[in-house]
């Protein structure tokens, strides 16, 4: 276990250079500093998680009773689509790249990212894509209503005058995207303090260097496909027209080779997150961590050759169904490497059990909940029957919901004291985690009954048999939003005042991060410190 | 950060930015490939020979029943059908058989079909010799044609295949073609895709 040193020099302001915060607004805007980003992405993140979870409220209260109650269909479809997109690239992309600002340099040993500037540019161009994207709400004809995953030709011939604004928004989130990324690989590979080497990183700065190449590879391709949207939209081409000779299906392909990829951008940080939390809690090393390393990156290399199974029923050949059935539950392989290596580190541990351990469980258990209805959904024959119901939404909010978020507000309480010098008040820890456990499953667990049963997704009204479990998953929605107030009281509170923390925080923490005092100093290692 | 570290992160974002412009580029070049890869295996059903066939023989050994469909887009007036619904076929033999079109709106319109074969595996063994799908049709308000289809099903098409589904959508080209019009004065109705 790392022994508690305060009087480490490089925590020492020797530097004149080295200064505090700028004052006032001025900080905000021109910061280079790498925590200062970090904050912000998380704060942006946030707030739309808050906007997105608004709109997942209407939807809900919408299905709270079959029949049509409170909003128009084609308000609801621009909810569905609009809940998506914030969610995805403005609430979970944003806050993991928050958490990388924050956490990878001060987790290798740098004293800021390789790239400060552009740092500063990707985050200051986010807040303006989704302006824009926000913006469409209020147009004539309203904001995009074709899901988030815009098929066309719904989201060409048949779209809302605003779809040019969300492609705009893509290119603008995706820029922002692409450019994080390189700066995270630029931070890993050249920035690393003296001895830290690749095998010897912490699991969160492995999973992000993954994602980040996986970013790199798939984001341009979202570029491409909006892009190419946009020229059939307004400049006459036929990418997606079949009376021009294009074809629909050719956007399904490419915009899933972006979207597979995609979702396992949205995971893999969670699963570098849960490896640093579990091994703290458990007070023992991770179990196999380079079997880890191995599994994260054998993941991302299957995610590129698996996006034909969004898309079984589009009328493929058998060859295609059969290839992207099993290359799909392959990769149940690596993923299940991960899961029993989680148990196996908690396996006669001295396990404590404070809020953000019941976060981590809960994501483990949670998401294999997610990822075995995932491996339903890969049984090409099956899939017919499940396609397009409330079983895939029930399926992915199980990865996302209790897989992502849990693992951002698992890292947050876990990384809270580091940032803010303040202990956590674990009561209201717990009882945000209970209130969101709780919500979190009656709202989505009814879903695979339902869909199973064949409630179709993205539907504003439903059969009458539907009715019990879709009240009932109203019911769990409003306690999971509502649940998240306690979180922002939380921080807030966390952020204001509290029982000083220790430079540890937390007795069984491993890792740079801990070797600082909290809250962490402005600036951090400035001089490298040495690993051995 | 030293200058060293400055040149090698230089050096690499250049690189990583490269890959980025690059995967932008391969985005696109997945419409190509999506075309060769369709033509290569058959799939998607859009690879059937066009022109005179070089069939062999006639196999009257079995016979393969041709069905025909016909749709039409949400915003296609036109009525659109076939004169037969289907056809049983030896493999090999030269078929014909017509679609009627009616231009039932008071404006002058160009339409063109797009067809597609069901099974995917068929659609190789299915050879249109002479296609009104080949061209746009014109047609005048209210009036209404007849439009061939010359045919030859391959004797080499699998023996599991016994029904083939040939399929059109039907689609409005009015707008391109006023555009065309314009820009090459070309003969009305005759230029090809």
Not at chain 1, 76 to 103: D, R, Y
Not at chain 1, 209 to 222: E, N
Not at chain 1, 410 to 428: D, S
């Amino acid at each position: 276990m790392a022994t508690v040193d305060v009087d480490l020099p490089h925590v020492k302001d020797e530097d004149p250079h080295h200064h505090g915060p700028a004052k006032g607004l001025g900080r905000w805007l021109y910061t280079t500093n790498h925590k200062d980003i970090g904050s912000m992405y998380l704060i942006f993140s946030l707030s739309m998680f808050m906007i997105g979870g608004i709109m997942a409220l209407i939807i809900r209260a919408e299905l709270f009773q079959p029949g049509l109650q409170l909003v128009e269909p084609n308000f609801f479809n621009q909810m569905t689509t609009m809940h998506g997109l914030i969610m995805v690239f403005g609430a979970v992309m944003p806050a993991f790249v928050g958490l990388a600002n924050w956490m990878i340099p001060m987790q290798i040993g740098a004293p800021d990212m390789a790239l400060p500037r552009m740092n500063n540019w990707s985050f200051w161009i986010l807040p303006f894509a989704f302006l824009i994207l926000l913006s469409s709400l209020f147009m004539p004809g309203g904001a995009p209503n074709f899901g988030w995953t815009f098929y066309a030709p719904l989201s060409t011939t048949y779209a809302p005058e605003s779809v040019t604004f969300f492609i705009f928004g893509v290119h603008i989130m995706g820029a922002s995207s692409i450019m994080g990324a390189i700066n995270i690989i630029a931070t890993i590979l050249n920035m690393r303090a003296p001895g830290m080497t690749l095998m010897k990183m912490p699991l969160f700065v492995w999973t992000w260097l993954i994602t980040a190449f996986l970013l790199i590879a798939v984001m341009p391709v979202l570029a491409g496909v909006v892009t190419m949207m946009l020229m059939d939209i307004h400049f006459g081409t036929s990418f997606f027209n079949a009376a021009g000779g294009g074809d629909p299906v050719l956007f399904q392909h490419v915009f899933w080779f972006f979207g597979h990829p995609e979702v396992y951008i949205m995971i893999l940080p969670a699963f570098g997150i849960i490896s640093e939390i579990i091994p703290t809690f458990a007070r023992k090393r991770l179990f196999g961590y380079s079997s880890m390393v191995y599994a994260v990156a054998s993941i991302a290399l299957l995610s590129f050759v698996v996006w034909a199974h969004h898309m079984f029923t589009v009328g493929m050949p058998l060859v295609g169904e059969v290839f992207f059935m099993f290359a799909t539950m392959l990769i149940a392989v690596p993923t299940g490497v991960k899961v029993f290596n989680w148990v196996a580190t908690m396996f006669r541990g001295s396990m404590t059990f404070e809020t953000p351990m019941l976060f981590a469980i809960a994501f483990v258990v949670l998401f294999t909940i997610g990822g075995f209805s995932g491996l339903m959904l890969a049984i090409a024959p099956a899939d017919f029957q499940y396609h397009d119901t409330y079983f895939v939404v029930a399926h992915f909010h199980y990865v996302l919901v209790p897989g992502a978020i849990f693992s951002i507000m698992a890292a947050t309480y876990y990384w809270l004291p580091k940032w803010t010098g303040h202990q956590l008040n674990e009561t209201m820890g717990k009882l945000h985690f209970w209130l969101s456990f709780v919500g979190v499953n009656v709202t989505f667990f009814p879903m695979h009954f339902v869909g199973l049963a064949g409630m179709p997704r993205r539907i504003p009204d439903y059969a009458l048999q539907f009715a019990d479990f879709n009240s009932m998953a109203s019911v769990g929605a409003f306690i999971f939003g509502f649940s998240q107030l306690v979180f922002i009281y939380n921080v807030i509170q966390n952020v204001r005042a509290g029982e000083k923390a220790t430079a540890q925080v937390w007795d069984g923490a491993q890792g740079l991060e801990w070797t600082i005092p909290s809250p962490a100093p402005y600036h951090t290692f400035s001089k490298p410190p040495k690993v051995d | 950060m030293t200058e060293q570290n400055q040149t090698k992160t230089n050096r690499l974002v250049v690189r990583l930015a490269t890959a980025a412009i690059a995967m932008f580029g391969f985005g696109f070049a997945l419409v190509p490939l999506y075309d060769v890869f369709c033509d290569i295996t058959g799939l998607n059903g859009k690879n059937f020979s066009q022109g005179p066939a070089d069939v062999a023989s006639v196999d009257r050994s079995r016979t393969v029943k041709v069905q025909f469909v016909t749709v039409n887009p949400a915003d296609m007036p036109w009525e659109f059908k076939p004169t037969l619904r289907s056809m049983r076929v030896y493999p090999g033999e030269d078929q014909t058989t017509t679609f009627y079109a009616k231009n039932s709106t008071a404006e002058w319109m160009v339409a063109q079909a797009v067809p597609s074969v069901t099974p995917s595996e068929a659609a190789p063994y299915l050879h249109k010799v002479n296609c009104f799908c080949f061209d746009r049709q014109p047609l005048d308000a209210g009036t209404d044609t007849e439009m061939p289809l010359l045919f030859v099903v391959d004797p080499e098409l699998p023996e599991h295949i016994s029904t083939i589904t040939l399929s059109y959508a039907l689609y409005d080209l009015t707008d391109d073609q006023k555009v065309t019009q314009l820009t090459l004065d070309n003969d009305k109705g005759r230029t090809s895709l």
